[in-house]
């Protein structure tokens, strides 16, 4: 990244809160909202702090595309990766059936940004007539990258649905996957949020919330200015704590933190519980231009419920207070269901080299993609929300 001219990346569709608008001269808009993880200065972060580099197994080797005049038309963030590790979209049967087969599935060239399952723009491309050409070159470049250094095969994760007819056309195959997501109807506060549950679900929220703030526990929002280098111990002592115990080994240094707080500081939130005085937990938040994006987790203290308060709720009453349509959430999650987090499905993109492993993999997809489709049907019709006419926001069913 530090390659790549900051001031030209964001004018990228996505990369920053002004990138909606078009700087080629056709005055057209972009529905592109910003997404504060393909920014310059998250994913510099990322390779600056030492998070992401050849060491921890992620290679930068992002794909940029030119006019003839030297001008930046798009970006793929791409790393070539010898694990599939940090993805959260799991390929680990793919690799063991290809490797007890003879082949080499790694390294592999791995299209996201890293170690944030977050739908994002991937296809990066300025916006105006030339936007189309320029994405299907970038994915018809992931390929080529692919052929040229050898790699088994392309994986763009995460990726809008607006772009898979992009990648399909260069030969990607299609992957879906489901993820929990908070929908903001435009309500005027937590409680008119409640209003649209059944009467069962809002009491056991409320109850919830109250249960999660016993024992003296207080929430703070930090965002900005707030961000002082004190703050970002306290938190990278609950991330640590968190990390080591699920996944054995964080990816994040300490100072990928310090970076984003002098960088991106006003994109970030952290949710922070305090009792007697000290910080007890906390959540990393990042702010995008339509989304509240919920990524990591910590505490040094456990108290019942406190991580849904911290995580979930708290989520949605930012959100709501600052006029963001929905909440992402993060990976996994059925627990999320119950307080107002419904299924959305999510969307990957993977170009397999060998015929033969890319033959079994599309024949698996298409069964994938049915069985992801009929549980996003279920798990709504289970959700938290009344099934009555009149279960729209702001709307009452007379209980409580």
């Not at 399952?117 to 390929?143: D, S």
């Given at each position: 990244?530090?390659a790549?001219?900051?001031?030209?990346?964001a004018?990228?569709?996505?990369?920053?809160?002004?990138?909606?608008?078009?700087?080629?001269?056709?005055?057209?808009?972009?529905?592109?909202?910003?997404?504060p993880?393909?920014?310059?200065?998250?994913?510099?972060?990322?390779?600056?702090?030492?998070?992401?580099?050849?060491?921890?197994?992620?290679?930068?080797?992002?794909?940029?595309?030119?006019?003839?005049?030297?001008?930046?038309?798009?970006?793929?963030?791409?790393?070539?990766?010898?694990?599939?590790?940090?993805?959260?979209?799991?390929?680990?049967?793919?690799?063991?059936?290809f490797?007890?087969?003879g082949?080499?599935?790694?390294?592999?060239?791995?299209?996201?940004a890293?170690?944030?399952?977050?739908?994002?723009?991937?296809?990066?491309?300025?916006?105006?007539?030339?936007?189309?050409?320029?994405?299907?070159?970038?994915?018809?470049?992931?390929?080529?990258?692919?052929?040229q250094?050898?790699?088994?095969?392309?994986?763009?994760?995460?990726?809008?649905?607006?772009?898979?007819?992009?990648?399909?056309?260069?030969?990607?195959?299609h992957?879906?996957?489901?993820?929990?997501?908070?929908s903001?109807?435009?309500?005027?506060?937590?409680?008119?949020?409640?209003?649209?549950?059944?009467?069962?679900?809002?009491?056991?929220?409320?109850?919830?919330?109250?249960?999660?703030?016993?024992?003296?526990?207080?929430?703070?929002?930090?965002?900005?200015?707030?961000?002082?280098?004190?703050?970002?111990?306290?938190?990278?002592?609950?991330?640590?704590d968190?990390?080591?115990?699920k996944?054995g080994?964080?990816?994040?240094?300490?100072?990928?933190?310090?970076?984003?707080?002098?960088?991106?500081?006003?994109?970030?939130?952290?949710?922070?519980?305090?009792?007697n005085?000290?910080?007890?937990?906390?959540?990393?938040?990042?702010?995008?231009?339509?989304?509240?994006?919920?990524?990591?987790?910590?505490?040094?203290?456990?108290?019942?419920?406190?991580?849904?308060e911290?995580?979930?709720?708290?989520?949605?009453?930012?959100?709501?207070?600052?006029?963001?349509?929905?909440?992402?959430?993060?990976?996994?999650?059925?627990?999320?269901?119950?307080?107002?987090?419904?299924?959305?499905?999510?969307?990957?993109?993977?170009?397999?080299?060998?015929?033969?492993?890319?033959?079994?993999?599309?024949?698996?997809?298409?069964?994938e993609?049915?069985?992801?489709?009929?549980?996003?049907?279920?798990?709504?019709e289970?959700?938290?929300?009344?099934?009555?006419?009149?279960?729209?926001?702001?709307?009452?069913?007379?209980?409580?």
């Open positions: 990244m530090a790549i001219d900051a001031t030209e990346w004018r990228l569709g996505g990369a920053s809160r002004a990138s909606g608008t078009d700087t080629s001269g056709s005055g057209t808009e972009s529905s592109i909202a910003y997404n993880f393909v920014s310059h200065a998250f994913l510099s972060s990322l390779e600056d702090s030492g998070s992401v580099t050849a060491k921890t197994g992620w290679l930068p080797r992002h794909i940029v595309l030119r006019n003839p005049d030297g001008v930046l038309e798009g970006a793929l963030p791409a790393y070539v990766k010898s694990h599939s590790m940090g993805e959260y979209v799991f390929d680990h049967a793919w690799a063991d059936a490797e007890r087969a082949g080499q599935y790694y390294p592999k060239l791995q299209c996201s890293p170690f944030t399952p977050a739908t994002g723009p991937r296809l990066m491309a300025r916006q105006g007539p030339g936007a189309g050409a320029a994405r299907r070159a970038l994915a018809a470049g992931g390929r080529a990258l692919c052929t250094l050898g790699l088994s095969s392309v994986h763009a994760t995460f990726v809008p649905a607006s772009e898979i007819p992009d990648f399909e056309a260069e030969g990607y195959l992957r879906t996957d489901q993820q929990f997501h908070f903001n109807h435009s309500y005027r506060d937590y409680t008119d949020f409640l209003e649209t549950l059944a009467s069962r679900k809002r009491k056991q929220l409320k109850r919830e919330r109250r249960s999660a703030l016993e024992n003296g526990i207080e929430i703070e929002w930090l965002t900005g200015s707030d961000l002082t280098e004190e703050i970002w111990d306290t938190f990278y002592d609950f991330y640590i968190t990390g080591g115990r996944w080994r964080p990816y994040l240094t300490r100072k990928f933190f310090s970076l984003i707080g002098e960088r991106m500081a006003d994109d970030v939130l952290l949710v922070m519980a305090r009792r005085g000290r910080f007890i937990a906390g959540a990393i938040n990042f702010i995008g231009g339509d989304c509240l994006y919920g990524r990591h987790w910590g505490c040094i203290e456990d108290h019942p419920f406190l991580h849904f911290v995580c979930y709720h708290q989520a949605i009453d930012f959100a709501i207070s600052k006029g963001l349509a929905r909440v992402e959430a993060g990976a996994q999650g059925e627990h999320k269901l119950a307080r107002g987090y419904l299924p959305v499905t999510t969307h990957s993109a993977h170009f397999i080299a060998h015929a033969g492993l890319r033959n079994a993999v599309a024949d698996y997809l298409e069964r993609r049915r069985d992801v489709e009929q549980i996003g049907t279920v798990l709504t289970h959700g938290p929300f009344r099934k009555t006419a009149d279960a729209s926001p702001g709307g009452s069913d007379g209980q409580d």
